[in-house]
């Protein structure tokens, strides 16, 4: 058999077989880089009618907060007028004082209520997009010359409009509006769907009776400046001029006068008297002083403080340049407590409508096991609050300001709308790191933020709002 030795055309086989295996390689990757852009676009469309959706968030967002800002202050100052002629209808009662304040927070929760009911008639109506005159959208509206990104109405739940609601706390009523609903985007046909939960809610209305909060001082500051020693001694009758003081008698016959007394101090007794705009300066220790409803004092001790009861103690200014150590300060009202060291409670502890300063810690000594409260006041502590036992409430728009641990009891925090606590570290409960700081009436700042938050004024109405989104 004749064998075969011509290989003529085998190049071209191999050159065939290769444009073969390159136009199916060809074709694979051209299929991926279809599929990988139609994914891309895939991808942007949904980005894209997020966005559409987001924006439409954004709007009724700002539309609901427009309005409700606009018109809340009409609507409350209306409704707190007549709060006020029941409040004092109220107080004229011949009833116990107990019994007053309970019928006017009963009567002030009505009030809120009203409020939360006018309000909420001004923001129906607004679930619909319609854009008002000169009115602009946000700047994420994306337009191109085949498509245009849009967002629906919002579709209220189950079409129930504005709600009010309320949350009961300790029988006081906290009243808040909510409109929760789904907002659709949609770009190029591709949809997105957004939930909203928008609540705004309403201050208290109860304000206890007394007078205003002291304005325009600055709670880091001493309130007081240290006179130097008269060179006369007081006599029985004190009036408009500085000197030595020798026994408590003179305390309560001074008139808009500085007496100034040397060494330790032993008063051993109560003192009941409106002073008159009167100072008291003692450049060594009070030791023993009990002010039982006392008005109009000020005091300024250069080494420790025990007041052992303070019942109520109203318009008046404290200093001490070391530690003000407590039994029972059941209702300080109206003043100014300045405290360079310690301040160290026994049994009660009330603040109301005043400022308290307290260059170290503020803590309980003993049993400890009653309540701290905390009223229409800005406090400022410089280092810990350790009240391990007890409760702690924080209430009427305060401010609390703790420049390291807020250690608080089993007993729980109570923190009412409106008020704040404002830490640099940790909340502490039992010896355990809290999670508490999770809470919207609780905010960590650093220590330069802290000095700035606790020198505002509380005791206007605070209005506050939360926004959720649920994608």
Request: with cysteine; proline share 2%; glycine share 6%.
């Amino acid at each position: 058999m004749k064998r075969t030795t011509n290989e003529q055309g085998y190049a071209l086989l191999l050159v065939l077989f290769l444009i073969f295996f390159i136009l199916l390689a060809s074709a694979v990757f051209i299929k991926g880089s279809i599929s990988n852009a139609k994914q891309e676009k895939k991808v942007d469309m949904n980005h894209l009618s997020v966005v559409a959706a987001e924006m439409g968030v954004d709007y009724y967002q700002n539309k609901y907060k427009n309005v409700f800002f606009k018109e809340k202050k009409d609507v409350w100052n209306h409704l707190y007028e007549q709060f006020t002629i029941d409040k004092q209808e109220i107080m004229s009662k011949k009833i116990s004082e107990v019994r007053k304040i309970e019928e006017i927070r009963a009567k002030s929760n009505e009030y809120e209520r009203e409020v939360a009911i006018s309000l909420k008639k001004k923001l129906e109506g607004l679930e619909n997009f319609i854009l008002d005159e000169g009115e602009e959208l946000n700047s994420r509206i994306v337009n191109s010359r085949d498509s245009k990104i849009t967002f629906s109405d919002l579709k209220l739940l189950d079409n129930q409009g504005v709600r009010v609601q309320s949350i009961n706390n300790n029988n006081n009523l906290t009243y808040y509006l909510v409109i929760e609903g789904e907002i659709e985007g949609n770009y190029k046909g591709e949809e997105s769907f957004l939930n909203l939960n928008l609540i705004f809610y309403i201050p208290d209305m109860f304000v206890e009776q007394g007078t205003e909060l002291p304005s325009n001082i600055n709670i880091l500051e001493n309130p007081l400046s240290f006179i130097e020693r008269p060179k006369v001694n007081c006599d029985k009758s004190i009036t408009n001029s500085p000197c030595v003081g020798t026994s408590k008698t003179q305390l309560e016959s001074a008139n808009n006068s500085q007496i100034y007394f040397v060494g330790n101090k032993n008063w051993n007794g109560a003192i009941s008297h409106h002073f008159n705009n009167s100072e008291i300066y003692v450049d060594g220790n009070i030791e023993n002083i009990m002010l039982k409803g006392a008005t109009g004092i000020k005091i300024y001790s250069k080494g420790e403080f025990y007041l052992k009861q303070g019942e109520p103690l109203s318009n008046s200014i404290i200093v001490t340049d070391s530690n003000l150590i407590t039994d029972k300060l059941n209702r300080l009202e109206s003043s100014k407590l300045f405290v360079k060291g310690n301040l160290i409670y026994t049994n009660k502890l009330n603040i109301f409508k005043s400022t308290v300063y307290v260059g170290d810690d503020l803590e309980v000594s003993g049993n400890g096991n009653t309540d701290v409260k905390f009223n229409n006041s800005n406090v400022y502590i410089n280092d810990n609050f350790k009240h391990p036992k007890g409760k702690t409430i924080i209430s009427g728009n305060s401010r609390v300001c703790v420049g390291n641990d807020f250690i608080y009891g089993s007993k729980g925090l109570e923190i009412e709308t409106g008020s704040k606590l404002f830490i640099t570290k940790n909340i502490i409960t039992n010896g355990t790191i809290n999670s508490y700081i999770n809470d919207k009436r609780i905010e960590k700042v650093t220590k330069d933020e802290l000095k700035y938050l606790c020198n505002s004024t509380p005791n206007e109405q605070n209005w506050e709002y939360d926004l959720d989104v649920n994608y």
